[in-house]
């Protein structure tokens, strides 16, 4: 059915917008939520939307991807982005501690190699980072096959993730410096 791919990186998304409207109604940027459509077949929906919106592309401060399945996150990935590590670290001390406590973070990383919908704005310039979620065989047991259902979900990860992810777009848009798009492969 596709509940963890990518069924919860929508219901995340769509719970962080539900929050930040509820708590931070007048952000310093304009936060927005994506989902796109055709990743399995091409990045085609992200690719589309780069390709058409490239005023949105460069104003971009961060983008933040989840597109693992189920699971709490675990792993910041910065793409190769050189100066990512400041700003995120800003951000993440101002998040609460028991949603960042067991988080990995890759600085500056390596520059993303474009196998999910962040692949296109890279590519582009923006400044995007790789949220990875728990490895509990979700890709040899259930990605991409009919074991891909609502009840192998879990809603306690996927709670702690609305609240990371939450507090690392508002705090994104209200950082008064755009990060710098400086990365390892430029």
């Known amino acids: 059915s596709g509940a963890m791919d990518n069924g919860t990186g929508t219901i995340l998304m769509m719970e962080v ?23 399995e077949q091409g990045l085609n ?14 104003r971009t401060q961060a983008l933040f991807n989840q597109d693992n399945g189920t699971g709490r996150i675990q792993y910041i990935g910065c793409a190769g982005l050189l100066n990512a590590g400041k700003h995120l670290a800003g951000w993440l001390s101002r998040t609460p501690s028991e949603v960042t406590r067991d988080l ?13 919908d962040n692949g296109p704005f890279i590519a582009a310039g923006a400044t995007g980072f790789g949220l990875g979620a728990t490895n509990w065989s979700y890709g040899a047991y259930m990605w991409h096959t009919n074991r891909d259902t609502y009840d192998k979900i879990v809603f306690d990860d996927l ?4 609240v990371l992810v939450a507090c690392l777009a508002y705090l994104a848009s209200e950082d008064p410096e755009f990060i710098s798009r400086e990365s390892e492969g430029s």
Request: hydrophobic fraction near 35%.
């Open 17 to 39: 917008m539900r929050i930040l409207r509820e708590v931070c109604p007048d952000p310093q940027r304009t936060i927005l939520a994506a989902h796109w459509a055709s990743e």
């Open 104 to 116: 990995r973070i890759s600085l500056p990383g390596m520059p993303s190699g474009g196998g999910t």
């Open 159 to 162: 709670k702690r993730n609305v």
């Open 45 to 58: 929906g992200s690719r589309a939307f780069v390709k058409d919106h490239p005023d949105i592309v460069e």
